[in-house]
């Protein structure tokens, strides 16, 4: 049995952030969770699925975050303890029900996990998340290590329960997929079920009740500014008359700075745990008596206005800076230890004896390795025969969000544009009228489990209002991107009793989709005169470009294509086709010789017949 689940109170364990917050999750008796995935939130929600057969919780994908956040109100409102998890992108999603549920409040306890991404190391945007709970009025706490991270969510728990509301637990990338020790604590028994009390004139938004609802919502946050005031989670460390406001994964590097920098003693450091509603007393009292402060934090000024606007508030007047502090505390990308050094260096006017960078301009330059889809990939033989099927054509290519974003890159280059999740079965409509006049066609791509997500009510807009485009959807049968959670789309074989698959081919034919395929990738000649097919259909076609994601395969099935393959130097011409148009990476050039990597090949036998000297065949065996 997992550590998260046997951990004893007291014991001790090396965890990563997200684990660290299940395990909080766990120990609050987490009754229902609906989730779905999202790096950097991912784990969790995997974690969860994984371990509900061995705990007293219950755990379900849910289709978007939407979803998972109303199915999570649900079980909250009827007293259970519920939790979604998401990252930030995703609760612009959820962000719908959010707005109203704070009004509504819950019976039991209702936590979202949000997991922001500075830096955008697997997310289209950095938005800063904290001004969600500033804007729906939602208690937030954020952690700055792995024991925070159980410890908070243990807190947020309660707070949500004491206060009848949901409350929200911000991490960023950092702290997520830290690792740290954590102290277990005592387990809470879950409830399990519940009875579900009628209370209309609380539980329904309408004008006349909601009104009523937003009276009760002040209420409870003016009840968590009080419960903000006096958490732990908000401390202060060290003394001086300068001082230091910060929060999140910023915390342990000013820690380490102020140290580092020999400035202990002189500066004083407010370490804010639970951040919405904002302690302001204790901000104010932190204030007085400093000559000068400093903000640290990632992403928007959002602190640093807060505090600013406490200063003058209780009539302190000292110089209080944050964002372009020696034009290094920028609203760009994670901070890192050094950063918060410099800054804190410049703005105390104190030096910083730290050595510069190591000086490795002797050193031959690291190879350039841009992200690419996996060798056996399916959607790089569905874009190389949709490429195929273009030729002659003017296409514009809409792309979604999925591993398969990677078709972007060269020599595929099949996304012209990539807005969110679900976009690219909706920019077609407003795309395609643009250019009616222009001989224009439209191939968008999707995958399934973002087909699911968000992209089914684009189709539906497609079909009510007449579009004309070609939609392949990608479906490899598996949530790929954020580590091979379950889709709706996923191989019978793989789904244990508590999943039913949903056929795609049915759903796009059930939503008035006349011109449907289902094709094979493995097969680029057919799939090839399928895409062409539907590019000159008089009307909106769907392509569905089906075979397992090989890699999940192997996870799950514990199934692996046992032929390799390897080229015929007699035969092989060099023209490097199977790199300069197909860029499968288990292709390397050595010594102008051009080679298969046996330990890379996944045996899809696609460059087969992409080769045009027939120089491909199956390896002999060792």
Request: proline letters at 7%; one cysteine or more; glycine letters at 8%.
């Amino acid at each position: 049995m997992s550590i998260l689940l046997n951990g004893k109170p007291g014991e001790k364990a090396l965890l990563m952030g997200n684990e660290a917050l299940v395990r909080g999750a766990y120990e609050a008796g987490l009754d229902f969770a609906s989730c779905y995935p999202g790096t950097p939130s991912s784990e969790v929600s995997t974690l969860l699925f994984g371990l509900q057969k061995k705990a007293d919780f219950y755990m379900e994908f849910a289709t978007n975050e939407k979803v998972a956040t109303e199915a999570a109100a649900g079980a909250a409102l009827a007293g259970l303890k519920s939790m979604t998890a998401l990252k930030h992108v995703g609760l612009n999603v959820a962000a719908d029900p959010l707005g109203t549920l704070s009004y509504m409040g819950v019976r039991g306890a209702m936590v979202i996990y949000n997991a922001d991404d500075p830096g955008m190391f697997s997310s289209q945007n950095e938005q800063d998340n904290r001004y969600f709970a500033q804007l729906f009025n939602v208690p937030m706490f954020e952690p700055s290590n792995a024991q925070e991270m159980k410890d908070m969510t243990v807190a947020a728990f309660a707070l949500s329960q004491e206060l009848g509301m949901p409350v929200i637990v911000r991490s960023t990338t950092r702290v997520a997929h830290m690792r740290g020790p954590v102290v277990f604590g005592p387990v809470s028994p879950a409830k399990k079920q519940t009875y579900f009390e009628r209370a209309p004139k609380d539980l329904v938004s309408l004008p006349a009740n909601a009104r009523v609802m937003h009276v009760r919502l002040l209420e409870r946050m003016k009840n968590a500014a009080e419960t903000s005031e006096k958490s732990p989670f908000n401390r202060v460390e060290g003394e001086g008359t300068l001082g230091v406001i910060t929060s999140s994964a910023s915390v342990p590097y000013v820690l380490d700075a102020i140290r580092d920098l020999g400035l202990s003693g002189k500066v004083a450091t407010y370490c804010l745990g639970m951040t919405w509603p904002l302690p302001e007393k204790g901000l104010a009292r932190f204030l007085s008596g400093k000559s000068k402060v400093l903000v640290v934090e990632e992403l928007e000024p959002w602190l640093e206005n807060a505090v600013k606007a406490v200063a003058q508030a209780h009539g302190l007047n000292m110089p209080i800076r944050g964002k372009g502090t020696a034009g290094l505390l920028t609203r760009l990308s994670e901070y890192d230890p050094a950063l918060v050094r410099a800054a804190i260096a410049e703005y105390f006017e104190v030096e910083d004896i730290f050595p510069d960078k190591v000086d490795a301009s002797d050193c031959p330059p690291l190879p350039v390795r841009p992200p690419s889809l996996c060798a056996g990939c399916p959607h790089r033989m569905t874009y190389y025969a949709a490429k195929k099927a273009a030729e002659g054509l003017d296409v514009i290519f809409p792309n979604d969000i999925g591993c398969y974003t990677l078709g972007f890159m060269p020599p595929l280059q099949m996304a012209d544009t990539v807005l969110c999740m679900g976009a690219s079965v909706s920019v077609p409509a407003g795309l395609g009228y643009a250019v009616r006049e222009s001989g224009q066609k439209i191939l968008a791509f999707i995958g399934d489990s973002t087909f699911f997500h968000s992209g089914m009510t684009g189709l539906v807009h497609a079909v009510f209002n007449n579009h004309k485009f070609t939609l392949v959807i990608l479906d490899n049968q598996i949530t790929a991107m954020t580590g091979h959670q379950p889709s709706p789309a996923m191989d019978p074989q793989a789904a244990d009793g508590n999943l039913t698959p949903v056929d795609i081919e049915a759903v796009a034919r059930g939503l008035g989709v006349k011109h449907v395929q289902v094709v094979r990738p493995t097969n680029l000649k057919k799939t090839t005169a399928a895409i062409r097919e539907a590019l000159e259909y008089d009307g909106l076609s769907v392509i569905i470009a089906r075979e397992p994601c090989p890699l999940s395969v192997k996870r799950h099935l514990g199934k692996q294509k046992a032929v390799k393959f390897a080229v015929d130097q007699e035969k092989c011409t060099k023209c490097r086709a199977c790199i300069s148009t197909f860029a499968c990476p288990a292709f390397f050039v050595d010594n102008e010789t051009i080679r298969i990597d046996p330990t890379l090949c996944a045996g899809c036998a696609v460059c087969v017949q992409v080769c045009p000297a027939h120089a491909i065949k199956p390896a002999k065996a060792d």
